[in-house]
């Protein structure tokens, strides 16, 4: 949906319940279809249960995602969406700026970041984004948001595949060390987002809840391989866990600090010194 018109009328009961049937439609979960849609899922869950309204951005993302006329949501159209556009956009319009300020938050910087420079990358105008994220703050949240979903998505995708907890232990590793142009923007999305977190704003908390759920995930792991007696007995799994995460964060901010051509070296010495430390006091001698 790309008009730059504004939603008229005011979400109500029946929207939740017009809401539920396009998640259901979609036939994914609840907090499948809020990634979709870059919603924070406990956002998603109270609007549907009526102790809080949507927005009308969070119902005009909802509707790209659905393929449905935004009015309809607010009972004041009909169901059918509006024409497509032109050019099919892959993963929806909100997706795509999501994904592009990502990119340029990576290149230039979280303060450095403009809704126009977001509205150039996407071939659109300005008024499309604030369409789907009406203030600068809500789209660089979203943003974060985003790239916390995509991650926790890949880590899990990851320790699947694993045999047993010392497996898992080195694709987690293998994720945080930063060697492919994906992992180079993810990693400089994160080491930017550190001001803001000790700001306490809301991205920055956002950023916080990331790092306590990273290190409960590294927690996990350690305990399970202190139970499986591949991880020494009567290891700290919390500490172990904070410990390594110090690790891999100064490591890859060293990586990043030394440029392209050099990345790959500086790549292979932090993966080196990670499972060194890892063969030092973790694993089962």
């Known amino acids: 949906m790309e008009t730059d018109d504004v939603l008229d009328g ?16 979609a036939g994914v979960s609840q907090r499948e279809f809020a990634r979709r849609v870059v919603m924070d899922p ?8 009526g ?11 909802i509707a790209d995602e659905g393929r449905v006329d935004a009015g309809w949501l ?10 497509a556009p032109t050019v099919a956009v892959e993963g929806g319009r909100p997706l795509q700026i999501v994904r592009e300020t990502v990119r340029l938050i990576a290149e230039h910087g979280f303060h450095a970041v403009r809704v126009a420079d977001i509205a150039r990358a996407c071939a659109t105008s300005s008024a499309a984004i604030h369409y789907h994220f009406p203030g600068r703050a809500e789209l660089l949240e979203a943003a974060v948001r985003w790239c916390m979903d995509e991650d926790t998505a890949r ?3 990851r320790l699947a595949e694993a045999d047993d907890a010392a ?3 080195r694709q987690l590793i293998a994720l945080q060390t930063p060697r492919t142009a994906q992992q180079r923007r993810q990693w400089a999305v994160w080491l930017d987002l550190w ?3 000790a700001r306490s704003t809301a991205v920055g908390r956002l950023h916080s809840e990331y790092y306590r759920q990273w290190r409960e995930t590294v927690a996990d792991v350690v305990r399970r391989g202190v139970g499986q007696g591949v991880f ?10 904070l410990t390594l995460t110090a690790l891999i964060d100064g490591l890859a901010t060293h990586v990043l600090s030394v440029g392209v051509p050099s990345s790959a070296a500086a790549a292979d010495a932090m993966h080196a010194a990670l499972t060194t430390h890892v063969t030092d006091t973790i694993l089962a001698p």
Do not use: M, Y
């Open 51 to 61: 102790t809080r309204r949507f927005t009308a951005a969070e119902l005009a993302r």
């Open 195 to 197: 001001a803001e977190a």
């Open 10 to 25: 005011t979400p109500t009961a029946d929207t939740a319940a017009r809401v539920r049937e396009v998640i259901a439609a």
């Open 155 to 157: 880590r899990a995708t």
């Open 167 to 169: 497996a898992e232990l």
């Open 42 to 49: 406990s956002k998603l869950s109270r609007s549907l249960s």
């Open 232 to 241: 020494r007995a009567g290891l700290d799994p919390q500490a172990a866990a």
């Open 74 to 83: 607010l009972g004041t159209r009909s169901r059918e969406k509006a024409a």
